[in-house]
Nanobody, 116 residues
Framework: QVQLVESGGGLVQPGGSLRLSCAASGIIFSIYAMGWYRQAPGKQRELVAAITSDGSTSYAGSVKGRFTISRDNAKNTVYLQMNSLKPEDTAVYYC??????????WGKGTLVTVSS
């Protein structure tokens, strides 16, 4: 059974930092591209950051320079370090794992709230 379990969300003040983690099980983690998506209330889910199986990264323009995605294949975990958080970063953040043939899996999400 494939599971992606996110953790690390919470309430943070503007300008603060959080690190999200996504632990994967039931897949050969190292061969999957991994991504973080988010969905704010009333908005569509959007891609925030992605990392390929060989470690190449990409970011949405709105988070570039503030967020960093990384992976630890030994721990089957992908991370999202979020710095200089803004109220508009408030959303449910979802972990995604995608294989080259299109097979993909989703976590259940973790809520990030940026507010003073």
């Amino acid at each position: 059974q494939v599971q992606l379990v996110e953790s690390g969300g919470g309430l943070v003040q503007p300008g603060g930092s959080l690190r999200l983690s996504c632990a994967a099980s039931g897949i050969i983690f190292s061969i999957y591209a991994m991504g973080w998506y988010r969905q704010a209330p009333g908005k569509q889910r959007e891609l925030v950051a992605a990392i390929t199986s060989d470690g190449s990264t990409s970011y949405a323009g709105s988070v570039k320079g503030r967020f960093t995605i990384s992976r630890d294949n030994a721990k089957n975990t992908v991370y999202l370090q979020m710095n200089s958080l803004k109220p508009e970063d408030t959303a449910v953040y979802y972990c995604n794992g995608r294989y080259f043939n299109g097979m993909e899996y989703w976590g259940k999400g973790t809520l990030v709230t940026v507010s003073s």
